[in-house]
């Protein structure tokens, strides 16, 4: 098994039987955020008018990670044409369900983003969208598929609009996890014989990836790495950005 899936597994499952609607609910009781008014909704609303786009209804839109919906539902909202995947059935189930109680239209599918760098391209768009999935995938090579994938799929012109968590200084050591400075990757401990795939030994315990939380520096370097342009890149704990296609 992937070491991204069962925890996500679990999440969607602990969402279910509590009756909560999106990911935040599980680590935000202070209604801060909801499922209408989600983390990332004031940037896209500062950011999509600044967008060079065709009018909503012929611009198409690829969410990856799209969990319950939020985003890719008030794209829908806003009139352009979305696509959405995750790698969880039972968000994609959840995400169905809040699509047609908004009366919104969105092609949700369970994928995972990382298999997709070697799919056949079946469409492009013009907006490729990542709301704080890409902190989940933590190895290079995989980050890498992620990013050949977008790629692959973004029509010239169109763009790569991420928002993810970035490297906080002072989070390095909490209880059940281990954090590799020189990587920004977050090790999680999981039980002696856990079938895994990247699963190491740390300190004579086992833990396998969990997060990968870098500076924003280095984010920006990565995509730049990646063959992104780096359009714009604010915030300190989580991070908003938008890229472009770079020129080859
Ligand atoms: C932090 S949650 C954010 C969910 C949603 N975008 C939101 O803002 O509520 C990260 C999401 O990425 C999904 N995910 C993680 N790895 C993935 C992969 N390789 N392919 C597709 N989705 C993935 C998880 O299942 C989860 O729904």
Redesign the pocket.
């Known amino acids: 098994m992937?070491y991204?899936?069962a925890e996500?597994?679990s999440?969607?499952r602990r969402i279910g039987e509590l009756g909560y609607t999106?990911?935040?609910d599980l680590f935000d009781q202070s209604g801060a955020w909801t499922y209408d008014y989600?983390?990332?909704r004031a940037f896209l609303e500062w950011v999509l008018p600044r967008l060079d786009l065709p009018p909503a209804d012929a611009t198409r839109v690829l969410?990856?990670?799209?969990?319950?919906?939020?985003?890719?539902c008030f794209m829908a909202g806003r009139g352009f044409q979305v696509e959405a995947?995750?790698?969880?059935p039972e968000?994609i189930t959840l995400a169905r369900r809040m699509a047609e109680e908004r009366g919104v239209r969105v092609a949700f599918r369970v994928?995972?983003?990382?298999?997709?760098a070697s799919d056949q391209v079946s469409g492009r768009y013009e907006i490729v969208l990542?709301?704080?999935?890409l902190?989940?995938?933590v190895t290079d090579e995989?980050r890498g598929a992620?990013f050949a994938a977008v790629q692959a799929r973004l029509k010239p012109g169109g763009y790569y609009v991420i928002?993810t968590?970035l490297r906080t200084p002072g989070r390095n050591n909490e209880p059940g996890f281990y954090y590799d400075a020189s990587t920004g990757i977050y090790y999680r401990e999981v039980p002696a014989g856990t079938v895994a795939d990247h699963v190491v030994e740390i300190d004579g315990r086992w833990h396998i990836p969990h997060r990968r939380h870098i500076s924003a520096d280095a984010l920006r370097d990565e995509l730049v790495a990646a063959g992104f342009q780096v359009m714009s890149l604010e915030g300190s704990e989580t991070g908003d950005v938008v890229c472009c296609l770079g020129t080859p």
């Open positions: 992937r991204y899936h996500h597994e999440a969607y999106q990911w935040n989600f983390q990332n969410e990856y990670g799209c969990g319950t919906g939020p985003a890719a995947i995750d790698l969880i968000a994928a995972d983003i990382c298999a997709l990542d709301s704080y999935c902190q989940s995938i995989d992620v928002s968590a």
